[in-house]
C-alpha cells in the first residue's frame, strides 16, 4: 500500500513558470527522495532529503520537509516543456531492518508543460 | 559510470508460464531492490538483497522469488503468471540499502501476460 499521498494529481503549467507538488507521509522517516519518470519508463532520481534536513537545493530544483507535519514539497522553478512527467516521493521509514532497500512511494503527481 | 540495467526491456508471456528478470546495478553498489508498477496499486517493494542474502521483503505472494549472484546482479523470477502480473518491474541499486543512501532505478522490465 501506498504511504503517501501527493498532492495535486496532475498539474498542468506554461514554460517559465513554477510549479509545486506536495506529498504527505504517515511513519517516522529516516529521508525522503523525489523521483520523476517519463511515460512509464525508469525512474530518474532527483534529490535526498534527510529527516533533520529542512530544505535542498539542487539546479531549479527547492525541496522543503518539515516533519512535524509528516510533509514535503517540491518546487521546480522556471518549467521547460522537457520537466513534463510522473513525479513520485518516496520515503525511508526509520524501523530499523524492516525498512532495508523499501522506499515506500506516494501515487505521484502528473506534470506537464506547455510550450 | 554505467547506471542500473534491466534485460529485458519487454516482455510477453502467457498465463501459467515463469518469466526471469535480470538487474545489473551500479558499480560498487551491493544492495539491490524490486518493484512492481501497475496503473491501480502504483509503485509497491517486493524485496531487496545484499551481498546475496535476502533482507527484506514486501506483501507478495511466493510465486515472486528473487536471488542475488556475488558480483551484486540479481534476479527476479515469477512463476504459475497470472494476468494480474502485468507490470512494470523495476530494479533500484544503492551502496548499501541502508536508511540515508540514494536509490537509483533502472528502466525496467514491461511484462505484458496474455
Known amino acids: 500500500s501506498q504511504q503517501g499521498e501527493e498532492d495535486p494529481q496532475a498539474l498542468s503549467i506554461q514554460e517559465g513558470e513554477n510549479a509545486t507538488m506536495n506529498c504527505s507521509y504517515k511513519t517516522s522517516i529516516n529521508n525522503l527522495q523525489w523521483y520523476r519518470q517519463n511515460s512509464g519508463r525508469g525512474l530518474v532520481h532527483l534529490i535526498l532529503i534527510r529527516s533533520n534536513e529542512r530544505e535542498k537545493h539542487s539546479g531549479r530544483l527547492r525541496v522543503t520537509l518539515d516533519t512535524s507535519k509528516k510533509s514535503s514539497s517540491l518546487l521546480i522553478t522556471a518549467s521547460r516543456a522537457a520537466d513534463t512527467a510522473s513525479y513520485f516521493c518516496?520515503?525511508?521509514?526509520?524501523?530499523?531492518?524492516?525498512?532495508?532497500?523499501?522506499?515506500?512511494f506516494g501515487q505521484g503527481t502528473i506534470l506537464t508543460v506547455h510550450p | 559510470k554505467a547506471g542500473v540495467t534491466q534485460t529485458p526491456r519487454y516482455l510477453i508471456k502467457t498465463r501459467g508460464q515463469q518469466v526471469t528478470l535480470s538487474c545489473s546495478p551500479i558499480?560498487?553498489?551491493?544492495?539491490v531492490s524490486w518493484y512492481q508498477q501497475t496503473p491501480g496499486q502504483g509503485l509497491q517493494f517486493l524485496f531487496e538483497y545484499f551481498s546475496e542474502t535476502q533482507r527484506n521483503k514486501g506483501n507478495f505472494p511466493g510465486r515472486f522469488s528473487g536471488r542475488q549472484f556475488s558480483n551484486s546482479r540479481s534476479e527476479m523470477n515469477v512463476s504459475t503468471l497470472e494476468l494480474g502480473d502485468s507490470a512494470l518491474y523495476l530494479c533500484?541499486?544503492?551502496?548499501?540499502?541502508?536508511?540515508?543512501?540514494?536509490?537509483?532505478f533502472g528502466q525496467g522490465t514491461r511484462l505484458t501476460v496474455v
Open positions: 533500484a541499486s544503492s551502496l548499501a540499502g541502508s536508511q540515508n543512501t540514494e536509490a537509483f
Open positions: 518516496a520515503t525511508t521509514a526509520n524501523a530499523g531492518g524492516t525498512s532495508y532497500g523499501k522506499l515506500t
Open positions: 558499480s560498487g553498489h551491493r544492495s
